[in-house]
C-alpha cells in the first residue's frame, strides 16, 4: 500500500514552467512500484503524461508533452517529479500521480488501468 500526495501545480503563463512532485508515503519502498503522471481537462478523459520504470531504466511520454515535460524519480526521497516547459493553454488541467506494483521485466505502462494507486490530484493552468 503507498500513499500519494502531489503538490507543485498552480497559475502559469504560456510558455512558462513549473515542477510537480509526488511524495510516497507507506509501509513499501517507492522502488516498489512503477510511477506516472495523467492529466485531466474539463470534459475530457484522463489521459497519460509520463511514466517511468521502477529503476527509472525506461521513460514514456505522450506525443504532445515530448520534449517538453521530463519524468524523474528519486527512490532514496520517496519522490516522482514532472518538470514541465514551455507550458501551452492545452496543457491545462488536473494532474495525477499513479502508482503501480513493479513489474520486473521492466514494461512501461501508460494506461489508467494498470495503475492501482492514486493521488488526490494538482491544478495546473497556463493562460494565454
Known amino acids: 500500500q503507498v500513499q500519494l500526495v502531489e503538490s507543485g501545480g498552480g497559475l502559469v503563463q504560456a510558455g512558462g514552467s513549473l515542477r510537480l512532485s509526488c511524495a510516497a508515503s507507506g509501509r513499501s519502498s517507492l522502488s516498489n512500484y512503477d510511477m506516472g503522471w495523467f492529466r485531466q481537462a474539463p470534459g475530457k478523459e484522463r489521459e497519460a503524461v509520463a511514466a517511468i520504470t521502477w529503476t527509472s531504466a525506461r521513460t514514456y511520454y505522450a506525443d504532445s508533452v515530448k520534449g517538453r515535460f521530463t519524468i524523474s524519480r528519486d527512490n532514496a526521497k520517496g519522490t516522482v517529479y514532472l518538470q514541465m516547459n514551455n507550458l501551452k493553454p492545452e496543457d491545462t488541467a488536473v494532474y495525477y500521480c499513479?502508482?503501480?506494483?513493479?513489474?520486473?521485466?521492466?514494461?512501461?505502462?501508460?494506461?489508467?488501468?494498470?495503475?492501482?494507486?492514486w493521488g488526490q490530484g494538482t491544478q495546473v493552468t497556463a493562460s494565454s
Open positions: 499513479a502508482a503501480r506494483c513493479r513489474d520486473y521485466r521492466g514494461t512501461i505502462y501508460y494506461t489508467s488501468g494498470s495503475y492501482a494507486y
